[in-house]
Each structure stands twice: as structure tokens, then as C-alpha cells.
């Protein structure tokens, strides 16, 4: 079955740096677009950045500039480098995976980032 598994978050300072990983297993998503949601307080979940099979790279505006995502297709990770964070950056961070030939996406658990001032 397929899981993703996000690590890398935490605490980060206003202006600092965190580098988010994904890791998806229970098959090859290479050709696969993945991406980064994030839900932060009293908003829906959005999605902030994905990069498609062949590197291909899109951002919300919030990130743009900001946040880099990236991929290893061999070790079908994906990982997210958020550089200048911002309080409002704090929330849970949420894997992303939208198969090619499936209906649905799948998410992972989420791992919380808290930047503080």
C-alpha cells in the first residue's frame, strides 16, 4: 500500500531555513507528480509547491521565491527547502503524491514546522 512519510520538521527561526523529506513507498512514483500542502492556522489545507516526473517545478504565491522542491526518483523522495521563513510559514506540512493513472491522490500524516520570532 502506499504510504508517504514526511520528516524534517520543527522549529525554525524567522529568516532561517528548513529542509522538509518525503519518502513514498508501496511503488514508483517517478513518473508521478508530488508535492507540499501545508495547512497553517484557521486556513484549509493548500497546496504550496509541486515538481512533476521530469523535474518540472510550481508554487503557490506565498512561497514563490522562498521555497525550492526538489525530487530523488531513485529513492522516490521529495524534498522541500524553505529558506526566509516567516511566522505565517508555521503549520503542518503535508506530503502530496497524485498518481498518473489513479482518481485519487494520497497524503501523508504531516509533520509540524513552528517558526518563531
Known amino acids: 500500500q502506499v504510504q508517504l512519510v514526511e520528516s524534517g520538521g520543527g522549529l525554525g527561526q524567522a529568516g532561517g531555513s528548513l529542509r522538509l523529506a518525503c519518502t513514498a513507498s508501496g511503488g514508483d512514483f517517478s513518473g508521478d507528480v508530488m508535492g507540499w500542502g501545508r495547512r497553517t492556522p484557521g486556513k484549509q489545507r493548500e497546496l504550496i509547491a509541486s515538481v512533476s516526473g521530469s523535474g518540472r517545478e510550481s508554487y503557490a504565491d506565498s512561497v514563490k521565491g522562498r521555497f525550492t522542491i526538489s525530487r530523488d526518483n531513485v529513492r522516490n523522495t521529495i524534498y522541500l527547502d524553505m529558506n526566509n521563513l516567516k511566522p505565517e510559514d508555521s503549520g503542518v506540512y503535508y506530503c502530496?503524491?497524485?498518481?498518473?493513472?489513479?482518481?485519487?491522490?494520497?497524503w501523508g500524516q504531516g509533520t509540524q514546522v513552528t517558526v518563531s520570532t
Open positions: 502530496n503524491l497524485n498518481p498518473r493513472y489513479q482518481l485519487g491522490q494520497y
